[in-house]
């Protein structure tokens, strides 16, 4: 069986990945007038992914600082490891639900498929903000010391800097 510690840290660098494509695809939606955009989108979606990925890296120079300088660096992963199932807590059932709606869209045909999508993801677009910041502030109220804390609050800031960084990169004037 696969421990927490290896399991949490995996999940939640994979939903902030997936995060980052769909950040790219949201800032470039709207910008261009070419009918067909898969192109369009694919570079977006790119940039939105390599964007994420540097957020990510970031906040692993920040954790592996934060667990060299720790008093008892087990300690301190265990309890970055708590505060990352916290944060699952909120993001694990919403992420579930954005890949079950990007499924249905796959594999269902056209009209059942942009329902779904205008069901699911509109409102879930919305709420993403609230939902990262609830994660973030819930793990840093439950962690056990400043250090913890400030890993989790910087996490979910950093989550939701990919899209503007993005649209302002990239997207800011429409093509």
Not at 45 to 70: D, E, F, I, P, S
Request: hydrophobic share 55%; proline share 7%.
């Amino acid at each position: 069986m696969v421990s927490a510690s290896i399991v949490v840290p995996g999940v939640l660098a994979s939903i902030a990945l997936v995060d980052g494509v769909l950040a790219g695809f949201r800032a470039a939606t709207g910008r261009n007038g070419l009918i067909r955009k898969r192109g369009y989108y694919l570079v977006a979606m790119r940039r939105g992914l390599v964007a994420g990925g540097a957020v990510l890296g970031c906040l692993a120079l920040v954790l592996a600082v934060v667990l060299a300088t720790a008093p008892d660096p087990a300690t301190r992963y265990g309890d970055l490891t708590h505060a990352g199932i916290t944060m699952l807590w909120f993001i694990g059932p919403y992420a579930s639900v954005v890949v079950a709606s990007l499924i249905g869209y796959a594999v269902l045909p056209r009209r059942p498929a942009t329902f779904l999508i205008l069901l699911g993801l509109g409102p879930l677009t919305l709420i993403r903000p609230w939902v990262t910041i609830a994660a973030g502030l819930t793990a840093a109220w439950t962690a056990p010391n400043l250090p913890t804390a400030a890993c989790a609050v910087l996490a979910a800031t950093g989550a939701l800097a990919v899209e503007p960084w993005v649209h302002r990169r990239w997207y800011a004037e429409p093509a």
